[in-house]
């Protein structure tokens, strides 16, 4: 079965800083790969998703993540940190088979301070 | 389109009683799924539907745990009886029949069992 791991719970950066939320997924096939964001009290939404075109997948609000198979990661990366970009980051991949069941991270909770 | 609809945002009962949760999903997607979030275990996947037949429940904590998908636009997740470990964010979401398709959340519902 698929896996994916979040490194690191909780990130904190500066506002104007660099974000980083860093993602790892367990696959010898290449998967779909997806951000979500979940603000405080509301559901998930969809950052960003890979599904095998561009290895550079850019999203909302400004970011984007990079596809790496030799590394089997998909890090979430936006140059420059916004006030309202603290919220809670989940990785997710489809399982395999060419299923649409989605196997979630454990979530980042990035926080940007003033 | 108005989105993934739960109700009730929020429900609070004591522990024995029965606890209907509902979810409409987006008109037109045939995949829909129910997650639990907690901080202890994160978003875990209990049930989803494939053109309103469960699929894959392995994620029903046990038996007291029961959902159903009379129709496309309708699913119920029931608790009977309901227990304070069952206290969590409930979410459904919903997508298209397709490996890699994205899901869209509803907005939770919030439950609190005393």
């Known amino acids: 079965a698929q896996s994916v791991t979040q490194l690191g719970s909780h990130v904190s950066v500066s506002e104007g800083a660099l974000v980083l939320l860093r993602c790892n997924y367990s696959?010898?096939?290449?998967?779909?790969l997806f951000w979500y964001v979940q603000y405080p009290n509301q559901g998930l939404q969809l950052l960003l998703k890979?599904?095998?075109?561009?290895?550079l997948v850019k999203g909302i609000n400004g970011f984007e993540a990079e596809f790496k198979k030799s590394e089997t990661s998909f890090h979430l990366t936006k140059p420059s940190a916004h006030m309202s970009d603290a919220a809670e980051y989940f990785c997710?991949?489809?399982?395999?088979?060419?299923?649409?069941?989605?196997?979630f991270g454990k979530g980042t909770k990035l926080t940007v301070n003033p | 389109d108005a989105g993934v609809i739960q109700s009730p945002r929020h429900e609070v009962t004591e522990m024995g009683q029965e606890v209907t949760l509902r979810c409409k999903p987006i008109?037109?997607?045939?995949?829909l799924f129910w997650y639990r979030q907690t901080m202890m275990r994160g978003l875990e996947l209990l049930i989803y539907?494939?053109?309103?037949?469960?699929?894959?429940d392995s994620g029903m904590p046990e038996d007291r745990f029961s959902a159903k998908m009379p129709n496309a636009s309708f699913s119920t997740l029931k608790i009977q009886p309901s227990e304070p470990r069952d206290s969590a964010v409930y979410f459904c979401?919903?997508?298209?029949?397709?490996?890699?398709?994205?899901?869209?959340f509803g907005p939770g519902t919030r439950l609190l069992v005393l």
């Open positions: 539907f494939n053109n309103n037949v469960p699929i894959d």
């Open positions: 696959s010898s096939v290449p998967p779909y």
């Open positions: 008109s037109g997607h045939n995949s």
């Open positions: 979401a919903s997508s298209l029949r397709l490996a890699g398709e994205t899901q869209y």
């Open positions: 890979y599904t095998s075109a561009a290895t």
């Open positions: 997710a991949v489809s399982e395999q088979g060419g299923s649409e069941k989605l196997v």
